[in-house]
């Protein structure tokens, strides 16, 4: 398996642009869970998905971030508009049902909005 | 909720001396990780481990949730060690938390 996927690798956009990034969780992991590093705040969990359904969102910071999982291979984070402050790493990870491994991190995108 | 201490927050070493890394969660957890991230930023799953002891390679890791603490042990160190360790603990569902991290520096 190729892992967790996303994309893209780094994004450099503008204040008030929208951005979307992109997740492929690893095949036959039922749940997946998007993650924001920052220096000041470190690793925090924005939302997660269990067999697509949105589970728990208490971590999305604003009205402007929204995500979406509309099938068990692909999850989409947006931001809009974006802010200076938002720019970040954001991270995705999936898991399998029976988690006896735990939590595959992607290599995550480099947010920067200037 | 859940509070996850890791210490100590920055250590540096020789290469090739051994170190121990220590998690501290202050409530039950059905699951604990430890995650490195290195100088990239890329974070590798290096344990599972709710209870009991692991090894791999050179990295150990020792949970004993009865008394909520984790250990991470690294021997004979390598640059290549270099970054950040994480330990994560679950205690419901799938909502985990993150320690702040020890950063390690190896130095050659």
């Known amino acids: 398996d190729a892992g967790v996927i996303q994309s893209p690798r780094h994004e450099v956009t503008e204040m008030g642009q929208e951005v979307t990034l992109r997740c492929k969780p690893i095949s036959g992991h039922n749940s997946l869970f998007w993650y924001r590093q920052t220096m000041m705040r470190g690793l925090e969990l924005l939302i997660y998905f269990n067999n697509n359904v949105p589970i728990d969102d208490s971590g999305m910071p604003e009205d402007r971030f929204s995500a979406k999982m509309p099938n068990a291979s692909f999850s989409t984070l947006k931001i809009q508009p974006s802010e200076p402050r938002d720019s970040a790493v954001y991270f995705c990870?999936?898991?399998?049902?029976?988690?006896?491994?735990?939590?595959?991190f992607g290599s995550g995108t480099r947010l920067t909005v200037v | 909720g859940i509070q996850v201490e890791q210490s100590p927050p920055d250590l540096i070493l020789q290469e090739g001396a051994n170190s121990t890394l220590r998690c501290n969660f202050s409530?039950?957890?059905?699951?604990l990780q430890w995650f490195h991230q290195n100088p990239w930023g890329q974070l590798i799953n290096l344990f599972y481990i709710p209870s009991g002891t692991k090894q791999n390679g050179r990295l150990s890791a020792t949970t004993v949730a009865t008394e909520r603490y984790s250990l991470l042990y690294i021997s004979s160190s390598q640059t290549t060690d270099s970054g950040v360790y994480f330990c994560a603990v679950r205690t419901g569902g799938f909502k985990t938390i993150f320690g702040a991290g020890t950063r390690l520096f190896v130095k050659a």
């Open positions: 409530d039950s957890v059905n699951n």
């Open positions: 990870a999936s898991a399998g049902a029976v988690s006896t491994d735990g939590y595959t």
